[in-house]
């Protein structure tokens, strides 16, 4: 099979053809090598490339097997992983200049858990310095860019991620998320980004184990496929007590076997946020494609009107706990967003810290009634479309400016505040062929009703087989 064809197989299929023993982890291994040696001149998804290892652990996995009984094995797959993420022996950056020559000695647990069940780690995907913003670029790679229109940014913080993905260099690659860093570049490059609930993809060792606003995540070109990656990053570890175990039904079932959700809402705004009007006509049209399906799409949303500043106030206390030190020892080598996170939290007392926790508090339990009600919520994925690629955030929509480069994330951050879990779906696309994202929100832990919800509504869509694609050239497009 010419490795092009390779290349554009969906993982699913891959995984397949691999465990019948009709393709080798080599020949994997050699299509995306090529892939990545074709687009990476154009788009700076994947600077970090391990072949030797990956070839290795390929002979390994063969010699010694893993998790063969996991509904997630993925039988010798070459994967990217965010470059956040250490992975043993090979260069891990995190996109700083403090750590551009760093080689871990051990692996995040993520990456553990991805090659027990047969993931062959192939290339390190790029990020923002320390995944903080949503454009990636930083001063180790450079700028990562949109493979739809190469003058834009693919978003952030997975964007490397979400590119290598819409190019067809890799078939599956982790993502994490803050504040939107899975979904936002999910819906900027036309790819499926999922953010899990808590605990659902065990993680570590970390300063910070019991946070649970930064997540790990799958991402894809298909919700199919992301659903076989979140079975095989799923479950749990001795060193992550949050972990969840594995459910008793694996989340490709849940999308094999999908489940119509019974009562849907739809807000292009939550009530309270600016929204590019085509963005939220685009996100709305798909939205309603299930009422094609006999199922009810209300205008509704939970009430979120205070995530701001809940959001804003845990986001800075993350940052201490994570970086403060760092702060202390290499002030000149952070960018400056970093330099004003660390700050900004340690400027918080007890009172401020408290009240936003005890907001949060009841934030959780208005979104747990609106659940009652709803089996979904569904809103754009992002405020804005991608925009030009040396914009490093977006300071205006409509008439709201933002005086902070974290503000126009509001849109996927309110919901990382909630524990449920999210995903960003290839929507549709603005008159100037910039991709479009619809977010979709479910109960807390409700993994499998999203996924099942997300592919009904990615095949009415009709829109999975546009990726992958070659870089395309294209004019500056500015935010707006």
């Avoid at 995040?108 to 990020?127: C, P, Y």
């Avoid at 199922?295 to 979120?304: E, G, H, S, T």
Wanted: charged share 20%; proline share 8%.
């Amino acid at each position: 099979m010419p490795l092009t064809e390779l290349t554009r197989m969906s993982a699913v299929e891959a995984v397949q053809r691999l465990k019948s023993r009709e393709l080798q982890p080599t020949d994997l291994i050699d299509a995306a090598l090529a892939r990545m040696e074709e687009v990476e001149p154009a788009v700076n998804a994947l600077p970090t490339r391990c072949p030797d290892r990956a070839r290795a652990a390929a002979v390994e996995l063969a010699r010694r097997g893993g998790d063969t009984g996991s509904p997630g094995w993925l039988a010798g797959l070459p994967i990217a992983i965010k470059d956040l993420l250490p992975v043993k022996g090979v260069r891990s950056t995190q996109g700083s200049p403090i750590f551009a020559d760093h080689v871990p000695d051990r692996s995040d647990i993520v990456v553990e858990t991805l090659e027990r069940r047969g993931g062959v780690v192939l290339a390190k995907a790029n990020t923002p310095e320390f995944g903080a913003g949503a454009n990636t670029f930083n001063p180790v790679f450079g700028k990562t860019r949109n493979p739809w229109n190469t003058s834009l940014t693919c978003g952030g913080s997975s964007g490397g991620s979400a590119v290598a993905l819409a190019t067809g260099e890799i078939w599956l690659a982790s993502g994490s998320d803050l504040g939107g860093s899975l979904r936002i570049p999910a819906s900027f490059c036309g790819i499926v980004g999922m953010r899990p609930s808590p605990g659902r993809v065990a993680r570590g060792p970390i300063y910070n184990q019991a946070d649970d606003l930064a997540i790990e995540g799958p991402m894809a070109r298909s919700v199919a496929d992301v659903a076989l990656m979140l079975d095989a990053m799923a479950g749990e570890a001795a060193e992550d007590p949050t972990s969840l175990p594995l459910p008793e039904r694996s989340f490709q079932d849940a999308v094999r076997h999908p489940v119509r959700p019974v009562r849907v809402a739809f807000s292009a705004d939550l009530g309270f946020l600016p929204v590019h009007p085509e963005v939220a006509a685009v996100a709305e049209a798909a939205a309603r494609r299930f009422e094609a399906m006999g199922i009810p799409v209300d205008r509704a949303a939970p009430d979120l009107t205070d995530a701001r500043e809940i959001f804003q106030t845990l986001r800075a206390a993350f940052f201490v706990v994570d970086k403060a030190e760092l702060l202390r020892t290499h002030r000149d080598q952070l960018k400056p967003d970093v330099v004003w996170n660390i700050e900004k939290g340690m400027t918080l007392d007890a009172d401020t810290i408290g009240r936003a926790v005890r907001a949060r508090s009841a934030l959780l339990q208005r979104v747990g009634r609106f659940f009652q009600t709803y089996d979904l919520v569904l809103t754009p994925a992002v405020m804005v479309p991608p925009f030009d690629v040396d914009t490093i955030s977006v300071r205006k929509v409509g008439d709201v400016e933002f005086d902070n480069y974290i503000d126009w994330l509001s849109m996927t951050y309110a919901f990382s505040l909630t524990r449920c879990p999210s995903l960003s779906l290839p929507a549709g696309f603005l008159a100037d062929g910039r991709p479009v994202g619809l977010q979709m929100v479910a109960r807390a832990n409700g993994e499998a009703g999203l996924l099942s919800a997300a592919a009904l509504l990615e095949e009415a869509l009709g829109l999975a087989a546009l990726v992958p694609i070659d870089p395309r050239l294209g004019p500056v497009l500015l935010p707006g």
